[in-house]
């Protein structure tokens, strides 16, 4: 993915007045409970990738004055939110569901602006409503509390449960979703405040309109509904250092990131040190495999899917399929001959900025270098709109084999790469070469003719990536609870966290608690003797039950 704010070259590239202090004519920063100037080093603004021209408005890039006022009223909240009732929780992410759903109109219309990305059927039909609809989940899941797992071993009295870390979390968000995992309305963010956990946003430098009008309707739902003003703060921009000041911070609770390996790797080096947790997703190919008998059997109908997946959003999702592996043979031939045709016949898309067109050609730069050979596109398209050429590159299993690591380049854009194996245990071998993805995908044959192939390179793909799939291309995440947007490194962080399917993503800001021998009176509601709700899944000595727990004369 697109850096978010770690490499220097990201913040030179938007750095366009080095004076410190405050500075005149650009937007505030949330900080503190409230709109305020920032302490700041210069200012950046935006670009509309479909003109190449820059935006109107001005943004600050935050000093690390900013970054100190913030943890100190993040780490205030977070006192006050450990005493919040749950339903106040749930009803501040209700409202602010509801508060987006009313403003969609504008926000789609700024999201188009600095994305290039359609105001429909991108954000009005799919994006806002999915973001809405993560804010209500995760309001129920505070409601009904089964995130915390509470455990009662009556015969010890010994007590525990997830709960709150009572410290902010940090949320660093992406260029390629700017409602749905924005820090101030993604994923991450609803799953910090679930957990009764305050966020410090650090926004994506790509669309800080979209988030300052998010932000702002946020602060809106905060003050309606009584929350501590400082639930929700938010920064547009800082200097790398000052990102690793962050994550690292004795008053951080943790950090939730999506972005660039590069950027990742570094802010995790720095929470690494301190310490502090930080959950990142980074960087995955999604492969493909494309087995011999599906492919004669429906190879035109996956050429239809392929391309539909590969071009979605000009391949700029975290999910796109980025390497294809095909077993040599006409049949591999005349697909791959088909997709160039695809993709020669389809407009390039815009890519989401100038950083974008870079990424994707050095990505194909090092795939050409480590012996894939250019089928077709390879390089930028001039003029004003962030724009590449749709690209196919051709690998052989051998060359792929030799150097695996210098193949798996994530271009995050319109460029693809086909592996093509020689045979059966050339498709195994390659298999197990892969790094840790997000996904992995197998095509088979409707009537079995594939299975003994499949039976080899499953297991392989299983360790590998954080969802399997059979017979249908990577690109959806819907937002279930059975979801599970992880997987080994690099796609992540840590291959036993989500970012995606709540309850499961909320345990990334919580921490494990226990109690024992503690009066009854003083224990979290959760690990009363009375189920505080009813209806909660506690497992008390080895039992999963919704019973309260019985007095040993009860029993």
């Not at 988030?211 to 905060?222: C, D, G, M, R």
């Not at 999702?317 to 043979?329: D, H, K, S």
């Amino acid at each position: 993915m697109e850096p978010l704010s770690g490499p220097e070259a990201l913040f030179k590239r938007h750095h366009c007045n080095s004076q410190g202090g405050k500075l005149p004519n650009n937007e505030r920063v949330l900080i503190a409970g409230g709109w305020r100037d920032a302490d700041a080093t210069g200012t950046f603004r935006p670009i509309n990738p479909a003109t190449g021209e820059t935006l109107e408005w001005s943004y600050p890039v935050s000093r690390r004055a900013d970054i100190d006022i913030a943890l100190e009223a993040g780490s205030a909240a977070a006192n006050e939110l450990l005493h919040t009732p749950v339903d106040k929780i749930a009803d501040f992410l209700e409202h602010y569901a509801h508060l987006i759903g009313e403003s969609s109109s504008e926000l789609s219309k700024a999201a188009n602006l600095e994305t290039a990305l359609p105001v429909s059927p991108r954000f009005v039909d799919i994006e806002l409503p999915r973001t809405i609809d993560q804010l209500c989940q995760a309001a129920t899941a505070a409601r009904d509390r089964g995130w915390t797992m509470p455990t009662i071993d009556t015969a010890t009295n010994i007590r525990s449960m997830h709960g709150p870390l009572g410290a902010p979390v940090a949320v660093f968000g992406p260029n390629n979703f700017p409602f749905a995992y924005n820090a101030v309305a993604g994923g991450d963010f609803a799953a910090a405040i679930a957990v009764r956990s305050p966020v410090i946003a650090k926004v994506h430098p790509s669309h800080p309109r979209t988030s300052q009008l998010l932000a702002e309707v946020a602060f809106q739902a905060i003050q309606d509904t009584g929350l501590p003003p400082a639930t929700l703060q938010m920064v547009y921009h800082m200097a790398p250092e000052d990102g690793f000041y962050l994550v690292s911070h004795s008053l951080i609770g943790a950090t939730g990131y999506t972005g660039s390996r590069r950027a990742g790797l570094a802010l995790k080096a720095a929470a690494d040190a301190a310490g502090k947790p930080i959950y990142l997703e980074m960087s995955s190919v999604n492969p493909v495999f494309i087995l011999p008998g599906a492919l004669h059997e429906r190879g035109e109908e996956i050429v239809d899917e392929l391309h539909a997946s590969a071009m979605v959003a000009t391949g700029q999702f975290c999910t796109n399929p980025g390497v294809v592996v095909l077993q040599a043979g006409d049949a591999a031939e005349q697909f791959i001959a088909v997709m160039r045709s695809r993709f020669e016949d389809a407009d390039a898309g815009v890519l989401l900025g100038p950083g974008g067109v870079r990424v994707v050609g050095d990505a194909v730069q090092s795939m050409q270098s480590s012996g894939a050979e250019l089928v077709t596109g390879g390089a930028p398209i001039e003029g004003g709109a962030c724009r590449f050429q749709n690209t196919l590159l051709q690998a052989s299993g051998e060359d792929f084999l030799a150097d695996p690591e210098g193949l798996q380049e994530e271009a995050f854009g319109n460029a693809n790469l086909f592996v093509v194996a020689t045979d059966d245990d050339e498709l195994e071998q390659i298999a197990g070469r892969f790094a840790g993805n997000l996904t992995g995908c197998l095509y088979t044959h409707s009537a079995g003719d594939d299975d003994l192939l499949y039976e080899r390179i499953a297991p392989h793909l299983r360790r590998r990536v954080g969802r399997l799939l059979n017979d249908k291309m990577p690109t959806g995440v819907l937002v279930v609870p059975s979801m599970n947007h992880g997987g080994p490194y690099p796609a992540t962080g840590h291959p036993g966290f989500t970012a995606v399917g709540i309850p499961a993503s909320l345990l990334r800001f919580s921490m494990l608690q226990c109690y024992d021998e503690v009066r009854e009176h003083r224990l979290p509601v959760e690990l009363r003797d009375q189920n505080p709700t009813g209806n909660l899944w506690r497992r008390i000595d080895g039992a999963w039950t919704q019973a309260d727990v019985m007095a040993p004369d009860d029993s």
